[in-house]
T-cell receptor, first 113, second 112 residues
Framework: DTGVSQDPRHKITKRGQNVTFRCDPISEHNRLYWYRQTLGQGPEFLTYFQNEAQLEKSRLLSDRFSAERPKGSFSTLEIQRTEQGDSAMYLC???????????FGPGTRLLVL | GIQVEQSPPDLILQEGANSTLRCNFSDSVNNLQWFHQNPWGQLINLFYIPSGTKQNGRLSATTVATERYSLLYISSSQTTDSGVYFCAVVGAGGTSYGKLTFGQGTILTVHP
């Protein structure tokens, strides 16, 4: 148990639809990250939150993507007008400010048809 | 940004064999983690090891930060060790906010 849950675990959607994923750390973690992993590749950084502040966004995060962490606890990642290229595993990771080890959730596997 | 290269890309072993996985990185790092990704996609932490040597059961890892590489040793491999092994680093330069840069991974298959 990594202390991070993600919902849903799997999502199939049609191109053009909007989808939203949720990441729930079990306990309080100051830092929260989103990564995306496509088939055969390592995960790639998308965005970073320190408490409720979004401090960094990757160039991979186009304007169709938006992420929030409204109360500094759970986070959501929304993709608008999905494209087939958005098909990937979306991973959430957390760490505490005083530590460096990142712990990953089980991921949400998205398939865009 | 920092580059991470892992070798070999694929490794096939017989149960009981030992193996060494390598991770090279292009710049100084503040953080280096080894992960095992299971068939369901879960990334499991193996080691946080920006420098030095650590051991956990049949697994051990060594990072030589000055020479910019890390090694993961698996001894007496078991079929449950199969999966993808990732090395991930946080570059020491600039404002990285702790974001990990991953290598491409080593796919390990252990046959009974």
């Amino acid at each position: 148990d990594t202390g991070v849950s993600q919902d849903p675990r799997h999502k199939i959607t049609k191109r053009g639809q909007n989808v939203t994923f949720r990441c729930d750390p079990i306990s309080e973690h100051n830092r929260l990250y989103w990564y995306r992993q496509t088939l055969g590749q390592g995960p790639e950084f998308l965005t970073y939150f320190q408490n409720e502040a979004q401090l960094e966004k990757s160039r991979l995060l186009s304007d169709r993507f938006s992420a929030e962490r409204p109360k500094g606890s759970f986070s959501t990642l929304e993709i608008q007008r999905t494209e087939q290229g958005d098909s990937a595993m979306y991973l959430c990771a957390v760490t505490e400010l005083s530590q460096e080890t990142q712990y990953f959730g089980p991921g949400t596997r998205l398939l865009v048809l | 940004g920092i580059q991470v290269e892992q070798s070999p890309p694929d490794l096939i072993l017989q149960e009981g064999a030992n193996s060494t996985l390598r991770c090279n990185f292009s710049d100084s790092v503040n953080n280096l983690q080894w992960f095992h990704q299971n068939p369901w996609g879960q990334l499991i932490n193996l080691f946080y090891i920006p420098s030095g040597t650590k051991q956990n059961g049949r697994l051990s890892a060594t990072t030589v930060a000055t020479e910019r590489y890390s090694l993961l040793y698996i001894s007496s491999s078991q079929t449950t060790d199969s999966g993808v092994y990732f090395c991930a680093v946080v570059g020491a330069g600039g404002t990285s906010y702790g974001k990990l840069t991953f290598g491409q991974g080593t796919i390990l298959t252990v046959h009974p």
